[in-house]
């Protein structure tokens, strides 16, 4: 093997091996603190193991590098996911991890900036994600400077207005150093997207507010960074990625389960779920 293939070996092996350990976290978090939102946690961890683990440009010993990718996790509820990914890129001690949704601890139940690095906004209030990302995307531009954002959000969320009078924003800024990720999961609070209010067609709603907008498996890796390395998806527009997912992914029973958007795992859940993520069987 040559050093080249050995490099592409050892990216397409850290992806998947960051997003398992993410879903560990996860499951342990949640289980301790007797908290919920695990199911959303769960279905972007693949997301967010490809963006931490080679797309953002940042500096976990130096979280506020002038240079660096923004990156806002509109849905805030969904924090464990995003600081199990912060916790295992180094930007701070995993034990954090250990206090999440506990008194006095740093790491609070819905995403949190404050003593928290990597964390650049609070977030929790749907709808809010998409407008601080454009705010920042256009400082940037107007000052020159070539970091990117790129903004998760849920599908549920997407029922709010402000997420598309920001997208009306971000087209007709041209900001296309931007970037929405969507978590389609197809599940949210009180039941399927579908039911309480459809979203498609979805991409093409994207498009008619000056987006390029794609469609992709939200769980392969591969595909993932192959799109992310591949924006802007057309010069002078905002990138959007629709990422098609399932809400608990990783642990069979939890998968594609309303269920677990509000509930955290007992004891013997938590060990089922541990072990299937190990790739044992019941």
């Given amino acids: 093997m040559n050093p080249a293939s050995g490099k592409v070996l050892r990216k397409q092996k850290l992806y998947p091996s960051l997003a398992k350990r993410i879903r560990q976290n996860v ?3 949640t289980h301790d603190a007797r908290s919920s939102h695990v199911g959303t946690s769960l279905s972007m961890a693949d997301l967010l193991a490809v963006l931490y683990g080679g797309i953002l440009r940042v500096r976990p010993e130096e979280p506020d590098w002038p240079a660096r990718d923004r990156f806002i996790l509109s849905k805030g509820h969904g924090c464990a996911g995003l600081y199990a990914a912060l ?29 928290v690095p990597g964390v650049e906004v609070s977030t929790g209030s749907l709808g809010h994600g998409l407008p ?7 400082a940037g531009k107007r000052g020159g400077e070539d970091y990117r954002v790129f903004a998760l959000l849920s599908d549920g969320e997407c029922d709010e207005g402000s997420v598309w ?3 009306l924003f971000a087209s007709h800024h041209k900001l296309d150093h931007l970037t929405v990720i969507v978590d389609y999961n197809k ?5 399927a997207v579908k039911d309480i209010l459809s979203l498609d067609p979805f991409i093409a709603k994207w498009e008619a507010f000056g987006w390029s907008a794609r ?9 993932i ?27 069979g029973f939890m998968e594609n389960a309303l269920l677990w ?3 955290s795992p007992d004891v013997e859940e938590l060990r089922r779920a541990l072990k299937e993520l190990d790739g044992g069987e019941e």
């Fill in 27 to 29: 499951l342990q978090m």
């Fill in 87 to 115: 916790a295992e890129r180094g930007f701070f001690p995993r034990a954090w991890l250990e206090n999440f949704y506990q008194n006095g601890s740093r790491l609070a139940g819905h995403a949190t900036h404050h003593g």
């Fill in 132 to 138: 601080m990302a454009c705010g920042m995307a256009v």
């Fill in 165 to 167: 009078e920001a997208a």
């Fill in 187 to 191: 599940i949210q609070s009180l039941g």
């Fill in 215 to 223: 469609e992709i498996d939200g769980h392969d890796t591969d595909k």
């Fill in 225 to 251: 960074e192959k799109a992310f390395k591949e924006m802007p998806f057309k010069e002078g527009k905002p990138s959007c990625l629709i990422a098609h997912t399932l809400k608990g992914k990783g642990v």
């Fill in 261 to 263: 958007h509000y509930r």
